[in-house]
């Protein structure tokens, strides 16, 4: 069983900066997708970032290509999203989970609980 653990949301006004992290308490293998996912207040879960487990392939939602960057801590068994340049639209509960396909949230069978990251204007 691998059981996933957000931190480090918060408040921060648009424009500026902050780091997620994602631990992962179980077992995991080289081959598994770690992947982030948001959800915003009345609307659906959707994809942001994901990396693989060796951290050798990364892939970003079009939304954040540019701003978010993706990466691996093995030493410590973590993914983290630094968000930088955020937005009153990235607003929304970040979830991160453990999966072995693409972008699509019916691949990931392990999730966390969620952290809210709110960005004031």
């Known amino acids: 069983q691998v059981q996933p653990v957000e931190s480090g949301g918060g408040l921060v006004q648009a424009g500026g900066s902050l780091r997620l992290s994602c631990a992962v308490s179980?077992?995991?293998?080289?081959?598994?997708?770690m992947g982030w996912f948001r959800q915003a207040p009345g609307k659906d879960r959707e994809f942001v970032a994901r990396?693989?487990?060796?951290?050798?392939?990364?892939y970003y939602a079009d939304s954040v290509k540019g701003r978010f960057t993706i990466f691996r801590d093995n030493a410590r068994n973590t993914v983290s999203l630094q968000m930088n340049n955020l937005k009153p639209e990235d607003t929304a509960i970040y979830y991160c989970?453990?999966?072995?396909?693409?972008?699509?949230?019916?691949?990931?069978?392990?999730w966390g609980q969620g952290t809210q990251v709110t960005v004031s204007s």
């Open positions: 179980g077992r995991t293998f080289s081959n598994v997708v």
């Open positions: 990396i693989t487990w060796n951290g050798d392939f990364s």
């Open positions: 989970a453990v999966g072995y396909g693409g972008s699509s949230l019916k691949n990931y069978n392990a």
